[in-house]
């Protein structure tokens, strides 16, 4: 009888474990351990949609009023009133196209601004790579994105046809995929190194919302590029969200394109985002249930 009994120490030497869990190497989150977790990425977004609609009236249908209620003060407000230019595009167009495109961004970074707090419990129960909820709540946006994006393209097509001489074009077609990458990982990013700075510092969840709101008018969504000063381009150099917004209007309207340069400039700063929450998120999640 005392020979089939192991002590602890000799247990922990025979035994032969089929997965053994271990701190991450470096300040970057193990991304081929988050691929071997994809399916639960897709349960993750499956419960966020059926989650946030179960005891709606509308539903989905909220996808479609909210964006078009937005796009129409706009209109008001900023194309009746102040009078500004659309870069000769339908108002509708010119705001919706901007609102749809914004949303999704906000979503991205406002949903995973709270990873750690929203989901302690979660967290504490049970080990799976934290990046996979940052994953699931980018691609749970694109659900909106996909129908305000075909009423977008309902609303040109009736336009096109009232109005032959609308210039509808079709890079959309290739674009919109990489616009949408573009801005799922410039989400992600900035929700990350928000969420890793929230674990210690409380207040900035109350700032998040304003931050975004600030940033949104920093951005080209309710008045055109062409219409900056150019002794503020600068600012829009270093503001990434100013390349997909007018790219995704080029893409579908022919809009004025932005320089290279731009781009550029934005594509690097998305870069140095995404690596920095990178690198804040894993450091933060070593203990992040211990302070949260």
Known sequence: MTEQLKGPASAREDDDWDIVIRPSKGNTPDLGLVWQYRDLVWMFFKRDFTTFYKQTILGPVWYIIQPSLTAMTYYVVFGKIANLSTDGLPPFLFYMSGTIIWSYFSAC????????????????????????????VAMS???AFAIQFLLLLTVSIGLKIANPDLAVSYWFLFLTPLVLLYIAVLGIGAGLVVSALTVRFRDL???????????????????????????YHWFYYINPMTTPVQTFRW????????PVGLCLANLAVTVAITLCGLALFSRAEANAMDTV
Do not use: C, H
Request: glycine fraction near 6%; charge should be positive; hydrophobic fraction near 50%.
């Open 251 to 258: 893409a579908l309207f022919d809009a004025p394109a932005l």
């Open 205 to 231: 969840v109350y700032a998040v919302g304003f931050m975004t709101q600030l940033w949104m008018y920093g951005t080209p969504i309710v008045y055109p590029f062409s219409q900056i000063p150019e002794r």
């Open 141 to 143: 946006g694109l659900v």
């Open 109 to 136: 970074l406002t949903n995973n601004s709270e990873v750690f707090s929203k989901n302690a419990n979660l967290f504490g129960k049970v080990y799976f790579p934290r990046l996979v909820v940052p994953l699931s």
